[in-house]
């Protein structure tokens, strides 16, 4: 560049807008830098001179000059080197420097440049022209800056965008459009989840290079589609087994075609709307299978919506007025007063959505009657907003329980009824025992004592025939009265009051095993009993039992070699306690065992086991009216057992 520029005035007009330039000179000439500020002062410049290398820095830390002037060869100094020191704190656009020199060769401006210098001028200076150029240098500075400055932003920017791009959580790109081919510019690195390669190996490449032929062709042509067309695309998409939604649209068109797009994966989210949509068919399939209405009514406004199962319960269509007048319409006229003030309550957080009522359907008029339940929704200060709920048909219900209520009281009445035919029986029971009793024990005591004076005082005149005939009457007298005695009670066992206790069923078996063993003293027999067999029942029922079953077992292992008898406890298949007693006597065939607890029955003749066959009809009806049963296992010969069970009270 030479010592003069036409151009430089247009620069210099430029410039003169802004402050003053403060300039810095370091040049061992005194003179050269006399005549230096006089020019620059000419041109509004400020001026620092120095005549040393270290004083021009120091002048440069001071002032902090816009330009420095530096001449190359200072008295013992090199002025390269001092360029270049310049330059290690401040580059060439913070801040600019022009060398001077009076030198033509082309290896000190080479120098220059190379230290460092912004331009080079040669002595000696056409001083007039001198702030023009400075000028220049300035401007030419400028535009270097701030177009290094927009390269920086755009460069940022770049960055910036790549950056967005690359670690977009959506699938995002940029892409080259033309007729023919698409190819990628940018694309986000979460691509290798989708099709196996990150976004940045995918740069320059077409779809051709990334996608199978079929889907390449599709995704050019939509492309081209959006950046011709300047519109935006939107789709879903199938890929590999997932689901995706992309949205494409133009962003330059011209000579460069280029277009972005997202896609989103929406596979999880699909899943979650088909199971949403799923559970919802479910719900409304469940509520019509078990006529179960819905309904959401705001409580600020009167606004309610229904189901179609509400709407066929209320009978009502699309088009039924849904405010509160419409409700209330819905409901039974003289229980409608009511409902109001029950829902007007409820609003004001008193009670709940928990009622029956009667409506009135709005297609027939029909009355039917419906269980409502729902609950009340908040708002943050704590009002009522919205009630949530429920309607179901429960006029079927309401006719049985009208039904049956009628039949139980047809029930009480019959109750009644027939208790006052017991009570008269029972009455009647009471006096027939009574008679047996007192009016039939009458008879048998004369016929017994008549007999026995006639064996007494008359023994002489009544032959041996006689006297068999007469014990025979005896005999047949005692059985009587002890028929008698057992029909009395059995007759006791069923109408007597159970008063439940704790029983010890191994004590009333020891006592009752004593006083047998008391009253049969020739006969021996082994008995065991299990300890502590703890139930609840009526103490006396329960020993009349016990003493019933161990008199049987006495009595069949009479005729026993070694006779035995077992008194003990075992659990059933269910967990259920089971008492047995258990004998080695004579038995019996388990083909009468359905005889054996009818009354007068016996499995055995009476000559050879005496008795009246009452014993084990008392004893089951003892264990019945307990709750529980009874029942037997035997063999003719080898014994029998009698199983009976005792249910904790409360259960039967």
């Known amino acids: 560049m030479t010592d003069t520029d036409e151009r430089s005035p247009r620069y210099a007009n430029d410039l003169r807008q802004q402050a003053p330039p403060v300039v810095v000179a370091i040049d061992d000439d005194t003179t050269f830098l006399l005549a230096t500020g006089k020019a620059l002062a000419s041109a509004d410049m400020v001026c620092h001179t120095a005549t040393t290398g270290e004083a021009g820095l120091q002048l440069i830390r001071e002032y902090k000059p816009d330009i420095v002037l530096l001449d190359i060869l200072l008295n013992g100094e090199d002025g390269f080197d001092i360029c270049r020191e310049i330059r ?191 559970s919802e068919r479910f719900l409304r399939e469940a509520q019509a299978a078990g006529g179960v209405g819905c309904f959401s009514l705001d409580v600020n406004f009167g606004i309610w919506e229904s189901s179609a199962t509400f709407d066929d319960i209320f009978g009502i269509g699309p088009d039924y007025p849904r405010d509160m007048v419409g409700w209330l319409e819905l409901i039974s006229a003289d229980v409608r007063e009511t409902h109001q003030q029950q829902m007007l309550e409820l609003v004001q957080g008193i009670g709940q959505f928990n009622m029956e009522f009667r409506i009135q359907r709005g297609k027939d008029s ?119 005695d057992d029909l009395l009670k059995l007759s006791k066992t069923s109408r007597s009051e159970l008063t439940l206790s704790n029983c010890d069923l191994s004590l009333l078996c020891c006592r009752a095993a004593n006083d047998l063993a008391l009253a049969n003293p020739e006969h021996r027999i082994k008995v065991f009993i299990q300890p502590a067999m703890l139930v609840q029942a009526d103490h006396h029922l329960i020993q009349v039992a016990i003493e019933n079953l161990l008199g049987n077992a006495w009595k069949f292992t009479s005729k026993s070699e070694d006779p035995k008898v077992e008194v003990g406890e075992t659990v059933s298949p269910e967990g259920g306690r089971i008492f047995f007693i258990r004998d080695n006597g004579a038995g019996f065939d388990m083909a009468f065992a359905g005889k054996l607890f009818n009354a007068f029955q016996r499995l055995h003749p009476v000559t050879e086991f005496e008795g009246t066959g009452i014993g084990l009809a008392i004893v089951q009806r003892i264990i019945h009216r307990h709750g529980g049963r009874i029942w037997a296992e035997a063999e003719p010969g080898k014994g029998a057992t009698f199983f009976f069970t005792i249910p904790a009270m409360g259960q039967s």
């Open 88 to 278: 290690h704190t401040w580059s060439q656009e913070e801040l600019p420097v022009i060398m001077i020199t009076v030198m033509e060769d082309v290896e000190p401006i080479k120098k220059a440049y190379e230290s460092g210098a912004n331009d080079f001028l040669t002595k000696p200076l056409h001083w007039p022209h001198l702030p023009y150029r400075i000028w220049q240098v300035l401007r030419t500075n400028r535009d270097i800056a701030e177009r290094k400055k927009v390269e920086l932003a755009l460069r940022k920017s770049h960055e910036l965008l790549s950056l967005f791009i690359r670690d977009s959580p959506i699938y995002t790109y940029i892409k080259e459009v033309t007729s023919t081919k698409s190819r990628v510019l940018e694309a986000s690195d979460n691509f290798r989840q989708m099709i196996g390669i990150p976004g940045s190996e995918m740069v320059g490449k077409t779809m051709e290079e990334l996608y199978p032929a079929e889907m390449a062709k599709k995704f050019s042509a939509e492309d081209w589609a959006v950046a011709s067309a300047g519109k935006v695309l939107e789709l879903a998409e199938e890929f590999n087994g997932r689901s995706y939604t992309t949205v494409k649209f133009p962003i330059i068109q011209g000579e460069k075609n280029l277009l972005a797009g997202f896609t989103t994966d929406i596979s999880e989210r699909k899943k979650a709307e088909e199971a949403l949509l799923k």
């Open 366 to 484: 029909q009355e039917r009657w419906v269980s409502g339940q729902g609950s009340l929704e908040f708002d943050s200060q704590g009002q009522t907003t919205r009630l949530v709920g429920t309607m179901l048909d429960i006029t079927e219900r309401k006719l049985a329980e009208a039904e049956i209520l009628q039949l139980n009281q047809y029930l009480e009445q019959r109750v009644k009824e027939r208790t006052a035919q017991l009570e008269f029986a029972n009455k009647e029971m009471e006096a027939f025992s009574y008679s047996v009793s007192h009016d039939l024990r009458a008879p048998l005591r004369s016929i017994d004592g008549f007999s026995q004076v006639l064996l007494e005082d008359y023994s002489n005149q009544v032959d041996e025939a006689g006297k068999e005939y007469l014990t025979r009457i005896r005999q047949g007298a005692h059985r009587m009265g002890r028929l008698i």
